[in-house]
C-alpha cells in the first residue's frame, strides 16, 4: 500500500465544477489533492448543464451567490487565462395561461426590491425579444436583462488549470473505497494507496451522500432528480438569429415545465421533469423528450418535429433546496459542498471562495452577501 501522507493537506472529491472550483480556491491556502472516480472529469452533471447564470432565481441563499457570481466571472477569465466566459443572454419568464399569468405576479411580488430581480414586459415585449413565439401565446411574462450563457466547458478547464499553477494535484480514475476517521483527521483510500489529511472535502454531487456514508458521516438527505433536455432540429434555423445584436431570448415556462433557447443552429429544450434518481450516469427518457418538444412546439411556430440529441443529468437538492456547505462540529474536517441542484455552474465562482473560506475558517470574501451559517449542514435534521 502506497501512501501520500505529509504532501496534502486537502482531498477534494467530485471532480465536476464544484469539486474544482473549491479546489482552486483552497490551492492558494492549502496543499490539495483533486480526486475524480471516472476516467476524465466533469463527465455527468457539469457536461450536462443548460449553463445558464439567470440573477433572480432560486431560493434566496441561491440568488445571493448567483449575484456575487455575475461579477466575478470576468475577473476569473482574466485571471486563469480563460475566453470570455459569459454571452449576455435576456431571459423571458413567460405565463401562457391563467395559472401563468398569477404565476409571474408572484414571482415580481417575491423577487420585488432585490437589484436584479425580473421586471414585467408586455407579451409584444417578449414576441420581439424571441420573434419565435407564436403569436399571442404569452398571457403575461418577465424579464431577466443581466442574464448570460455560461461556457461551462472554459470555466471548469480554466479552474483545473489555476489549480495545477498553483500546485494542487488532480487524479482521476481515482475511486475512493474508504475513508477513516482518524484522531486528527481522514484517511482516504483510493486502490492500494491512503491519504491522511486534516480535512475532506465531498463534493461528489449526486454521490455525496454515498460518500458521506463511506467515512461514517450521516448523510444530509441529498435527493438526485433527473433533468432531460434535447436539441431540436430546426427547418429553418435562420429564424433563431437574436435581437438588439445579441442572442434571442431564452424563455422559461414560469412554473418551469419547459423551457428553450438557440443552441448550435437548433433548440435546446427540456421539459423541466424532475424525477428521483438514485445517483446513476443519467439518461434520458423518451417521454421526458416528447414533452419537451411537445410543449415547446405549442408555443412556437417553428413547426418541430425530430430531435437532434438528447441527454439527461443529475440535479442535487436537499429539503429545503439551499447549498449544502461546511462540517458538523461532530465530524471536524469532513466538509460537504453539494446540493447546488440547477444552479451548481452559474454559482460556482462565489459558492467555491464561501467553501474555501468555510473549510480554511478565514472570512468570507465581502462581495458574497451571504452568511455561511445558512449553508451549513447543522440546519438539517
Not at 430531435?307 to 440535479?315: D, E, M, P
Request: net charge negative; proline share 7%.
Amino acid at each position: 500500500m502506497t501512501s501520500t501522507n505529509g504532501s496534502v493537506d486537502v482531498v477534494v472529491i467530485g471532480g465536476g465544477i464544484a469539486g474544482a472550483s473549491v479546489a482552486y480556491e483552497l490551492a492558494a491556502h492549502r496543499r490539495v489533492l483533486l480526486l475524480e472516480a471516472e476516467q476524465a472529469l466533469a463527465t455527468h452533471s457539469t457536461a450536462r448543464s443548460a449553463a445558464t447564470c439567470i440573477p433572480g432565481h432560486g431560493t434566496a441563499p441561491v440568488r445571493a451567490l448567483v449575484a456575487a457570481s455575475l461579477q466575478r466571472f470576468a475577473a476569473l477569465a482574466e485571471e486563469l487565462d480563460a475566453p470570455p466566459l459569459l454571452t449576455p443572454r435576456t431571459v423571458i419568464w413567460a405565463g401562457f395561461d391563467d395559472d401563468g399569468v398569477r404565476g409571474v405576479d408572484a414571482l415580481l411580488a417575491e423577487r420585488a426590491g432585490e437589484p436584479l430581480a425580473p421586471q414585467r414586459i408586455s407579451p409584444v415585449e417578449a414576441e420581439r425579444l424571441c420573434p419565435v413565439l407564436r403569436p399571442g401565446a404569452v398571457q403575461a411574462a418577465a424579464s431577466t436583462s443581466s442574464s448570460a450563457d455560461v461556457d461551462a466547458a472554459a470555466l471548469h478547464a480554466a479552474y483545473v488549470r489555476g489549480l495545477r499553477r498553483r500546485g494542487g494535484q488532480v487524479r482521476t480514475s481515482a475511486r475512493v473505497t474508504g475513508i477513516d476517521r482518524l484522531a486528527d483527521g481522514w484517511r482516504v483510500h483510493v486502490g492500494g494507496s491512503t491519504t491522511d489529511v486534516p480535512d475532506v472535502v465531498d463534493a461528489a454531487g449526486a454521490w455525496a451522500d454515498v460518500v458521506a456514508r463511506a467515512a461514517g458521516v450521516a448523510p444530509i438527505g441529498l435527493t438526485p432528480l433527473r433533468r432531460t433536455a434535447a436539441v431540436l432540429s430546426v427547418a429553418e434555423p435562420e429564424r433563431l438569429a437574436g435581437v438588439d445584436g445579441g442572442l434571442q431570448a431564452m424563455v422559461t415556462e414560469v412554473g418551469e415545465r419547459f423551457y428553450f433557447k438557440s443552441e448550435s443552429g437548433g433548440l435546446l429544450a427540456s421539459p423541466g421533469d424532475e424525477t428521483p434518481s438514485d445517483p446513476v450516469d443519467a439518461r434520458p427518457d423518451a417521454l421526458d423528450v416528447a414533452l419537451a418538444l411537445e410543449r415547446v412546439a405549442a408555443v412556437t411556430t417553428l413547426g418541430l418535429r425530430s430531435v437532434r440529441t438528447s441527454w439527461a443529468g443529475l440535479r442535487s437538492f436537499v429539503a429545503d433546496r439551499r447549498p449544502v456547505v461546511g462540517a458538523r462540529p461532530r465530524d471536524p474536517g469532513f466538509h460537504f459542498v453539494a446540493g447546488q441542484g440547477g444552479s451548481g455552474i452559474e454559482t460556482s465562482p462565489a459558492l467555491g471562495a464561501l467553501a474555501a473560506a468555510v473549510v480554511t475558517g478565514t472570512p468570507v470574501p465581502s462581495d458574497i452577501d451571504l452568511d455561511p451559517g445558512e449553508l451549513s449542514p447543522s440546519r438539517l435534521k
